[in-house]
């Protein structure tokens, strides 16, 4: 049974960091590729950024650039996303997931992704 277990999230005043974790169990972490998703409160799913199976690229969604960090490490089954300079547009739910399709180019659309986490809360005051 694959699972994909995040942490980290939580309340954080606007300019604050978070780092959120994921763990993956059940399938062989280091042949998919890895996203973090988001989605607020009445609007769609966003790929927020995206890295390679070997880590060797990643891809982040403009709003992000410069502010979130991911990273993976493959001998323990993790996923991490270190984020910076929170706004309180980052308000959200955070998932992870697990893909086949990434190019290196833009996160794969929410529908593709193969496993899916239960989500960590992440929620930025102003």
């Known amino acids: 049974q694959v699972r994909l277990v995040e942490s980290g999230g939580g309340l954080v005043q606007a300019g604050g960091s978070l780092t959120l974790s994921c763990t993956a169990s059940g399938l062989t972490f280091g042949t998919y590729a890895m996203g973090w998703y988001r989605q607020a409160a009445g609007k769609e799913r966003e790929g927020v950024a995206c890295i390679s199976w070997r880590g060797d690229r990643t891809t982040y969604v403009d709003s992000v650039k410069g502010r979130f960090t991911i990273s993976r490490d493959n001998a323990k089954n993790t996923l991490s996303l270190q984020v910076n300079s929170l706004e309180p547009e980052d308000t959200a739910m955070y998932y992870c997931?697990?893909?086949?399709?990434?190019?290196?180019?833009?996160?794969?659309?929410?529908?593709?992704?193969?496993?899916w986490g239960q989500g960590t809360q992440v929620t930025v005051s102003s």
């Open positions: 997931a697990a893909t086949a399709q990434y190019g290196g180019g833009s996160c794969p659309q929410p529908h593709l992704p193969k496993f």
